[in-house]
């Protein structure tokens, strides 16, 4: 039989639970509120543990903290009406901290805690492992969550409720500044091993540090600014000796290059191309239109037509020696930006090989976000940076 909202005295909207709870009637304990104010001191003490935590460790790595309350509604289905039994909704808090793998993707470990203001209602303690997916770069973005973990439920009267949790959910997320954020959640908990289903709605602010706050979603790193130079002083012309007028040495150039044989390292350069003061061709510069699948080492179909031309001129000449150069753009940690661009460095490398260049004529560098030749502050630029080069070696 059911017990109506009336008979029970409930303001609220109120929903069902398989477990058998006290009546309405009944008030917690001077003891069961003293559990409940320890246990919303350790999780403020644990956010400011993790505050200290993060701040020691920003300088090496991306962390962010997050502190915040929900509202948690215990039965979101009719299946589980037992007896007139009922489990009130329940508030909660919640401490999490975070470390971004990349400007997509997080990682979480979270902590919930009973809400102070608890009264008879059933008690909620949650330990979960969460992974946050973020859709864009602006400041206000959806996010979608998916974590495991374990559970407790406790209500006076009543037999705990504990065990292995999964969890899904959607939010967004607005960035105030590069470091600070706040967030709403939805988030559905199914208790694996019991018949109880849960929906927590949670409001939380957050802060970043170290890296993350200069990478942080929908912000740049500023382009780095030259340094001021001052005008050089005009010489003044020392006095001009006689010139003494010697015998002209008509020298050859056969290749007509513009460079003598003597000094020509390249002296059967094809008429028409450029060359540089060794005689050789000046394959130095950006490669045009040599681009990547997104967040991979992957050539996409378009680059490796690009590579294939590229590959046919380099057979030419045999005796160069070309170091690949990829660069990024500035999004992301540098340590993961370092390594993306010295994968799709050799990534060209190894393309060029397979077209039959001669391996101890290419060498593969990766540069990270260094040496930018547009602003990373619009996507114009951040599309520049991401390049690849090549540089002829003396």
Not at 146 to 159: I, L, P, R, T
Not at 175 to 186: L, N
């Amino acid at each position: 039989m059911f017990i109506s909202c009336q008979t029970l005295n409930c303001h609220q909207s109120i929903f069902m639970m398989p477990v058998k709870l006290q009546s309405a009637a009944q008030i917690p304990t001077s003891r069961q509120e003293d559990d409940i104010l320890k246990k919303s001191l350790l999780l403020s003490a644990i956010a400011i543990s993790s505050l200290t935590s993060a701040q020691q460790a920003a300088a090496e790595y991306d962390y962010y903290v997050t502190y915040g309350a929900g509202h948690t509604d215990h039965e979101i289905s009719g299946d589980y009406f037992y007896d007139g039994d009922y489990a009130r909704h329940s508030y909660t808090l919640e401490a999490s901290l975070g470390y971004i793998i990349s400007k997509d993707f997080a990682l979480e470990a979270n902590l919930v805690v009973p809400s102070f203001i608890q009264e008879d209602r059933t008690d909620v303690t949650q330990f979960r492992l969460s992974g946050l997916y973020f859709f864009g770069d602006d400041a206000l973005k959806p996010y979608l969550t998916g974590a495991a973990g374990y559970e407790n439920n406790s209500a006076d009267g009543a037999d705990d409720l504990d065990g292995t949790i999964l969890s899904a959910g959607l939010g967004l997320q607005y960035d105030f500044s590069k470091r600070c954020f706040a967030r709403a959640e939805a988030r559905l908990d199914d208790l694996v091993n019991e018949d109880l289903e849960q929906m927590t709605y949670l409001l939380e602010v957050g802060y970043r540090f170290g890296g993350a706050g200069d990478t942080g979603y929908g912000y740049s790193k500023a382009a780095p600014v030259a340094p001021a130079t001052t005008p050089a002083t005009k010489p003044i012309p020392a006095a001009v000796a006689p010139v003494v007028v010697a015998p002209v040495t008509i020298v050859k150039d056969d290749d007509k290059d513009g460079i003598n044989n003597t000094a020509d390292k390249c002296p059967a350069t094809p008429s028409g191309v450029s060359v540089d003061e060794s005689g050789c061709p000046a394959f130095s510069g950006g490669l045009k239109g040599v681009k990547f699948e997104s967040g991979s080492a992957r050539l996409t179909p378009a680059s490796q037509t690009i590579l294939d031309a590229a590959a046919t001129e380099l057979s030419r000449y045999p005796d160069l020696s070309i170091e690949i150069g990829a660069y990024t753009d500035d999004r992301g940690s540098d340590a993961l930006n370092q390594n993306l661009s010295q994968k799709r460095a050799e990534s060209v490398r190894s393309y060029l090989l397979g077209k039959g260049i001669a391996a101890d004529k290419l060498t593969a560098k990766g540069y990270g976000e260094a040496s930018p030749i547009a602003s990373n502050d619009t996507a114009e630029g951040r599309a520049e940076n991401r390049r690849v080069e090549f540089v002829i070696v003396k």
